[in-house]
């Protein structure tokens, strides 16, 4: 299954939004879901959408895990496997709930994912080439890479 986060401003009707864009895939015959995740509509499609969507520069590869540092770490490990090489990232957390980690400590432990992909890679908090956003709600996640 690929998904695909959506991010858009707060002022928008996600799912008026999300109507909308599942209409115009099935005028393509491509057939696709969406789930609003905070202020993130995630579209799933077991087509590939790069080429369909994804000139949208709101539109970013994305996938749903549990709010596990763990599994936090193997997805952004899955995730990057076919990233495209840069100098520098960052890692963004955003949380809302209870958990037994505070953001920052989360997106220290996690960073190990990318520098076993990318050992020379450097962290660049103020302008990251590669963004990787973690957006947590209570035990769910989902991760979504940024390209600057």
Not at 15 to 34: C, V
Request: with cysteine.
């Amino acid at each position: 299954m690929n998904c695909y986060a959506i991010v858009k401003n707060r002022n928008q009707n996600l799912k008026g939004l999300g109507d909308k864009i599942i209409l115009s895939l099935s005028k393509q015959k491509i057939f696709a879901k969406y789930n609003i995740f905070g202020r993130i509509i995630a579209l799933q499609s077991e087509q590939e959408l790069s080429d369909v969507i994804l000139n949208d520069k709101h539109v970013y590869p994305c996938v749903f895990t549990s709010a596990k540092e763990n599994d936090i770490y193997e997805n952004i490990k899955m995730l990057i496997k076919n990233a495209i090489s840069t100098k520098n990232f960052a890692i963004k957390v955003d949380r809302k709930g209870s958990h037994e980690y505070d953001s920052t400590e989360l997106a220290r432990n996690v960073a190990g994912a990318v520098f076993d992909k990318w050992p020379n890679i450097s962290v660049d908090l103020d302008s990251p080439e590669l963004e990787i956003c973690v957006q947590i709600i209570n035990n769910k996640c989902i991760i979504y890479l940024k390209y600057s």
